[in-house]
């Protein structure tokens, strides 16, 4: 929209005279918000971009679906920004606006509250489709989630591709502004259009990548080729994966050929439709959580170091971009470059969304297809004994199997099962289809899994509230815990093997209540501070590495399962000159520590550990298979500027006024100026040269 270029530019001649004062007191920025960006595969582009200067519209208030009327056909002033209520971002509304991109400039959603009851999830039914086990040739019932659509209330607008920019209102307060200035300004009387000057909205995404990854990866790298300065326009996602074994080994050669290993996984990302909003609270956190739980209290038993095999705790980034954390790890232990080599692996446990369990059941989903081999078979029902076994112990959680023929869901486990037959389990709270109603979009938040804290209470009283969210999820990480000890050939202690709701509550409360909290900056290293907001975290995996995400559940699983040392600093830093001390089987952290006593200082201290983190790049980037049908292929694009604004706009015929005296005063200060330079000699006497005074 061209409404307000004369304008424009006459404000930004102003604004070379007066500094930004002039556009402080015309335009009204929007902070609060998160962008829909563009996201690329080997196929597509989804996502939203606006134009290289951004996308202007008049602003107009949906509340109700009767109210796109005015946007699509009535509004005499298009085209439009549309502020939408957080209930009517359906699929059903976003294809009507998607029809008549004509008169629409941008989209800006408010948040639902309280969220939709209904439910909302923008992914697909079928998550990760084409990169699990099952396809045309393996499994074809089970392929493209045949028999069961996992996440049945996905509508798919997040793997859709949008021609006009969309934001995310995250504050209340701007979106009470926007509002006030419609009201204001846009709101029509009597069906009448309203009068000038209209409240408008300008957005900001211009996306550099287009059409595919093939495509911007192939510019990306002519562009470093033969560029001084290239200019990159995507990116791939990633990150890295975080490991810890509770037996040390040397993370620099491999394990023996007859070692075995239990190997107990679960993912930390998520995502929504929007940029780095993810927060994940049942899609991600609530497993990621109760493994760490599990990884303590595992190493709590007195006997870990004798036990006849060891133990992985991997939490994978990236699994929700099909499955990148998983694939890489498979393609590197296939290409000898970790430490443990798939067939090392004894048995494979994985945690899926475990916080929404109806009554006290947890879901054992097997694969059927690897189970036709009577030693996978065999090994498997070993698998589900044990797990059942060690859940007898624990009243609030009952194990349930699930019938041989039903496939797995979506997991990580579908990624080794690819690679090699091995016996496997997923544990999750619904036996078929998602109880999350809000997979993987903005209201996955921790009232998503009823973790609530009373009104009254300070931060810190918070920090330690044990919730019954809390209390649930410990009793699982018990299960898991006794499971993996008993897995790894352990038998003297298992009942011993408690997890603490006090971690859970407090892992739960930093991820997604608060992370700046007393408890997450003792067990940080001094310089990752400030990544710790007054927010939650967001479990986006993003293209910057390692995400905070990803180093705050390495530092907690470092506190939770190493033990500290009395290694000074510079010691702790390079560990190669301290006796008995080994780089090669652990890693070391200087982190805040504690407060003292008088809660001035903090108590730092050296964390010797195996939390250790591995390379999750899909397979496709090293390759360079940008088009590969078989690793994830997602990328990011750039983008210079993300910004929204809010101003008022004049009528076409004001604009034309202004630009018309503009040009006027221009025309006559030109000849004005010709004019006296022309009778310069005349207006403009020169002074005489001073001479001799005579008398």
């Known amino acids: 929209m061209k409404q307000h270029c004369s304008l424009r530019a006459m404000q930004h001649l102003l604004g070379l005279c007066r500094g930004n004062s002039v556009e402080r007191k015309i335009y009204i920025p929007l902070n609060k918000t998160a962008p829909c960006v563009r996201l690329l595969n080997a196929t597509h582009q989804i996502g939203c971009h606006s134009s290289i200067s951004g996308d202007t519209g008049v602003i107009h208030v949906v509340e109700k679906e009767e109210d796109l009327q005015w946007v699509l056909t009535d509004g005499p002033n298009p085209p439009y920004v549309v502020l939408l209520e957080g209930t009517l971002f359906t699929r059903k509304v976003m294809e009507k606006l998607k029809g008549s991109t004509s008169r629409i400039a941008g989209l800006a959603v408010s948040l639902a509250k309280p969220s939709p009851p209904s439910g909302f999830s923008p992914s697909v039914q079928c998550p990760n489709d084409g990169f699990g086990i099952y396809s045309n040739s393996y499994g074809p019932e089970f392929a493209h989630c045949g028999e069961i659509q996992w996440n049945y209330l996905g509508n798919g607008l997040a793997y859709e591709d949008f021609s006009f920019p969309i934001f995310l209102l995250e504050d209340e307060n701007e979106t009470n502004v926007i509002k006030q200035c419609y009201r204001d300004h846009n709101l029509n009387q009597n069906g009448s259009a309203p009068a000038f000057p209209l409240c408008a909205m300008q957005l900001f995404s211009h996306m550099h990548a287009v059409i595919s990854t093939v495509t911007c990866m192939r510019r990306s790298s002519i562009q470093s080729t033969f560029s001084i300065n290239p ?10 994966n975080v490991w810890s074994m509770l037996k040390p080994i040397n993370a620099s050669g491999t394990i023996e050929p007859d070692d ?47 036990l006849p095999h060891n133990v992985m705790f991997v939490f994978f980034q990236g699994e929700t971009f099909d499955y990148i954390g ?36 947890l879901w054992m989903h097997t694969d059927p297809m690897s189970q036709k081999n009577e030693s996978v078979q065999n090994q498997v029902e070993h698998l589900l004994t044990t797990l059942q076994k060690s859940g007898t112990g624990v009243p609030a959680v009952v194990l349930r199997r699930l019938n041989q023929s039903q496939p797995l869901p979506p997991s990580s486990l579908q990624r080794f099962l690819r690679a090699r037959n091995i016996s496997g389990v997923v544990l999750a709270d619904h036996p078929t289809v998602f109880h999350n109603r809000y997979y993987q979009s903005i209201y996955d938040t921790a009232e998503n899994i009823n ?31 006794r499971a993996l000890y008993q ?82 600093r510079e010691q702790c830093q390079d560990p190669s000159k301290v006796p008995n001390e080994n780089k090669d089987l652990y890693e070391y952290t200087w982190v805040q520590g504690p407060m003292n006593s008088n809660q001035t200082d903090r108590l730092p201290r050296c964390v010797r550990s195996t939390a250790r983190l591995a390379r999750a790049l899909s397979p496709a980037f090293e390759l360079g298979q940008w088009g590969s049908t078989e690793y994830s292929t997602w990328t990011e694009s750039r983008w210079k500027d993300i910004s929204a604004r809010i ?49």
Not at 451 to 459: A, F, G, K, M, T
Not at 528 to 543: E, F, K, N, W
Not at 662 to 680: D, E, H, P, R
């Open 451 to 481: 973790v609530s804290y009373p009104e009254w209470q300070s931060p810190e009283e918070d920090l330690n509230f044990v919730t019954d969210t809390a209390k649930a999820l410990a009793d699982v990480a018990t299960v898991l815990g």
């Open 260 to 306: 075995r290993v239990v190997v107990a996984a679960t993912q930390l990302d998520s995502r929504s439709f929007f940029w780095n909003v993810a927060p994940g609270a049942e899609s991600a956190v609530a497993s990621f959580v109760t493994q760490l739980a599990a990884a303590e209290a595992l190493h709590k038993a007195p006997d870990v170091t004798t």
């Open 326 to 361: 998983s694939s890489r790890m498979v393609y590197d232990m296939e290409k000898g470059k970790f430490p443990i080599r798939l067939e090392n692996i004894d048995s494979f446990v994985e945690l899926k969304q475990v916080a929404l369990r109806n009554s006290l059941e």
């Open 231 to 240: 200019e990159i326009v995507c990116d791939p996602l990633s990150d890295y």
């Open 487 to 568: 897995l790894a050939g352990g038998t003297k202690f298992s009942d011993n093997i408690q997890a603490d709701p006090q971690t859970v509550t407090r892992l739960l409360y930093g991820f997604l209540v608060r992370a700046n909290n007393s408890w997450f900056q003792s067990f940080l290293r001094q310089d990752l501070r400030s990544i710790l907001g007054d927010g939650p975290l967001q479990h986006y995996i993003a293209v910057s590495s390692p995400t905070n995400t990803t180093y705050i559940v390495q530092c907690a699983l470092a506190n939770l399962t190493g033990e500290v040392t009395d290694l000074t």
């Open 647 to 695: 101003f008022l706009i004049a009528s076409k015929e004001l604009e034309f006024v202004t630009l018309t005296v503009g040009f006027g005063v221009l025309v006559f200060s030109l000849i004005i100026t010709y004019c006296i330079n022309a009778k310069a000699d005349v207006l403009f006497i020169a002074p005489r040269e001073p001479g001799a005074v005579s008398f």
